[in-house]
């Protein structure tokens, strides 16, 4: 039987993202299975939040207990894997790229079986970058959110585009429809989803309750529509899922049996939030949470949702077991921080740790690529 009490969570922040001592107050809680479900799958969470500018790692302790690592980054957004050993941010007006420096059998501290160190950064300016993902290639593509398109680092200019919406007539600098999400397929990009169709500056400010769509990239066709903000489209096992963050539902599109049918969304479970940030591991879904922000998420059918199960809004992750469409465990965030964007489960894993490339840690901690002993191998061998 899944623990559900909550216990106290062990924050270690390393010293290097230690937060000023007037720094708003920020309380974690969580279930009390969550490190357990971890260690047993071998598995950890990470999470963005550009409003506290960190990226997280939630894991577990080799005694059992769970364990917060946290980076600053510039505005972490978008977040993906990149083959076992790596991970890809969009981070600002950057694109970087980690990669774990760790060996199987090697730990920092004792603790962190992997360190994700930045080895590659892509300066693209200020594109407001928000879902990433790696092609079979090793490509990046992310959505620009910023000029309408899907885009790729270039090693001249800020982006090179890769795609754009029918409806886009222009490339240009004016978030129209607020492309924001990006499923990745066979290592290529699949579906998009956008707040709008659009093709006005800011337009899809005006269309947040129900002018969502989710776009068929290859295609080029809208296949459903009628959505509330939707984000964080993932492909798993089969379905298209979706988050439609205005009403707070995680569910999947059924899509169209034609070339020139419409599909339609299919909500399966209601978590209580402004929902971004979307991973499946195994039967399980992990669910990024964000407390509607003032005017720009309020006013949406998650309002009422939440008036009905009368529930005051999360900031946080809850983990969905989708054979029962219910939470099973959860992490739960309050204080000054209420805003996530997006989650990625790191697969092998149980206690990771990241280096911040503005840290002292990123100058200090050398590596090299030789069977000398560890202590040659980890020049810095505590954070």
Request: proline share 5%; charged share 20%; aromatic share 6%.
């Amino acid at each position: 039987m899944d623990r559900t009490e909550a216990e106290k969570l062990e924050l270690q922040p390393t010293a290097a993202d230690q937060r000023p001592a007037d720094a708003p107050t920020v309380q974690y809680s969580l279930s009390g299975g969550i490190a357990g479900r971890l260690a047993r799958l071998n598995i950890s969470i990470a999470f963005t939040s550009y409003q506290s500018n960190l990226l997280y790692m939630l894991g577990a302790l080799p005694n059992g207990g769970a364990h917060l690592h946290q980076s600053a980054m510039i505005k972490p957004m978008g977040l993906a894997g990149n083959g076992r050993r790596g991970l890809v941010l969009a981070a600002g007006f950057q694109i970087i790229e980690f990669a774990n420096i760790l060996k199987p059998h090697e730990r920092i501290n004792t603790t962190f079986d992997a360190c994700f160190m930045p080895r590659t950064i892509h300066i693209t300016g200020e594109l407001d970058a928000h879902d990433v993902g790696v092609d079979g290639n090793g490509g990046i593509v992310f959505v620009n959110t910023r000029f309408n398109c899907l885009a790729t680092v270039s090693p001249i200019h800020s982006f090179e585009m890769l795609w754009k919406p029918p409806f886009i007539s222009s490339l240009v600098g004016e978030d129209r429809c607020h492309l924001n999400g990006l499923a990745m397929a066979d290592g290529q990009a699949a579906y998009v989803t956008a707040v709008s169709r659009s093709d006005t500056i800011d337009g899809w400010r005006d269309r947040r309750g129900n002018g969502g769509i989710v776009i068929e990239v290859q295609t080029g066709r809208v296949v459903c529509e009628g959505l509330s903000m939707p984000h964080s489209p993932r492909l798993h096992r089969g379905e298209l899922w979706i988050l439609n963050a205005g009403t707070g539902e995680l569910g999947v599109v059924v899509l169209p049996q034609d070339k020139t049918g419409m599909g339609h969304f299919e909500p399966r479970v209601f978590c209580p939030g402004f929902l971004r940030g979307l991973a499946f591991h195994g039967n399980l879904a992990f669910v990024g949470l964000s407390k509607p922000r003032h005017k720009r998420f309020e006013g949406l059918a998650l309002d009422q949702a939440l008036k009905d199960a009368d529930s005051e809004p999360w900031c946080g992750i809850q983990v969905i077991d989708l054979e029962k469409n219910s939470c099973v465990d959860w992490l739960r965030i309050d204080g000054s921080v209420n805003e996530l964007f997006d989650v990625h489960v790191v697969s092998g894993f149980t206690c990771p740790m990241t280096v911040s490339p503005s840290s002292p840690d990123a100058a200090s901690l050398i590596t090299c690529d030789t069977e000398t002993p560890a202590a040659c191998r980890l020049r810095k061998k505590s954070l």
